[in-house]
């Protein structure tokens, strides 16, 4: 349960989605603006923002309890933590980079998909694309 909040908290990066068009003209993964995301158990929020041709995640809030699980796992201080590393936008869409999970002291590949303008799915896999964990962020205000 402890590891699940730092973990859940590592991902966000995905938000300047300049957005697909698909063959019809809709919109495949719909465009995002930077900004504050929190993820499912709403213990970790994330601002997400423009780093160069890449996109980072910063934490800008955390719970009491994601903050104690970071500090179990070698990670002193949670808020002001660059989480979210280069994140590149994929011809699909998605957009791939490294989470730093703090309560694991590991770095993972990540990716991330806009499913509308409010919300993300975010995704972290252990090794490769094998032990993988994916989430639904909303987007904060």
Known sequence: MR????????FAAASVFAGQASADGGVV???????VWRN?????????????????????????RAEADARRGG????????LFRDFVRQKTGEWRGTIFVPDLNATLAGSAV???????KAR??????L???SQIWTRVG
């Open 29 to 35: 993964n719909p465009p995002l603006a930077d900004g």
């Open 40 to 64: 499912p158990e709403n213990s970790v929020h994330v601002e997400i923002q423009t780093c160069g041709e890449a996109v980072c995640g910063y934490v800008v809030w955390a719970s009491p």
């Open 75 to 82: 990670t002193d201080v949670l808020v002001g933590l660059r």
């Open 131 to 133: 032990f993988c964990k």
């Open 3 to 10: 590891r699940r909040h730092a973990f859940a908290g590592a």
């Open 114 to 120: 806009a499913l509308d303008g409010e919300r993300l």
């Open 124 to 129: 972290a896999c252990l090794i490769g694309k």
